[in-house]
């Protein structure tokens, strides 16, 4: 059975998977994964020490992937876990996590910075503007799906 999808939603699908591959890329090039990559940039982009769950939250990522990678890092010595509370958790890294941070994420930081810095400064705010507007309607009119039976 074909379900038909728009030339325009095909390219955009294209354009999503290739840009995951080059970030996938990116992690390999820095000898990281991408799990690590992507707790190590929001890890760095965010204040310090960065609540566990807000992490898991921007992370994106499967609960168990991120303690899989939390628990990597950590035993490298990238990373500490800390207790703010009884049912809380913070995540920091060390001085030699912050120095591994600022050659990995740090590193695809300065390229994304320098790569959006090179578009005209309509086209950046035209491009947040279309994906912010998706975003949110993908999310409104996903509330509307049928459940698989």
Do not use: W
Not at 38 to 67: F, N
Not at 71 to 76: P, Q, T, V, Y
Not at 85 to 97: C, E, I, M, Q, Y
């Amino acid at each position: 059975m074909a379900i038909h999808a728009s030339p325009e939603l095909r390219q955009l699908n294209r354009l999503t998977v290739e840009t995951d591959a080059a970030y996938h890329a990116i992690a390999r090039q820095l000898g990281i994964s991408d799990s690590a990559l992507r707790i190590l940039y929001i890890l760095c982009v965010s204040e310090a020490p960065c609540p566990l769950q807000q992490l898991c939250r921007l992370a994106a990522l499967p609960k168990q992937t991120v303690h899989s990678a939390l628990r990597k890092l950590a035993e490298g010595g990238i990373l500490t876990i800390s207790p703010t509370d009884r049912k809380s958790k913070s995540v920091a890294l060390t001085p030699a996590g912050q120095a591994f941070a600022d050659q990995t994420a740090g590193q695809v930081i300065r390229l994304e910075n320098s790569v959006f810095a090179a578009l005209p400064p309509e086209d950046r705010t035209r491009y947040l503007e279309l994906t912010a507007r998706f975003l949110a309607e993908l999310r409104q009119k996903s509330k509307y799906l049928e459940k698989k039976t």
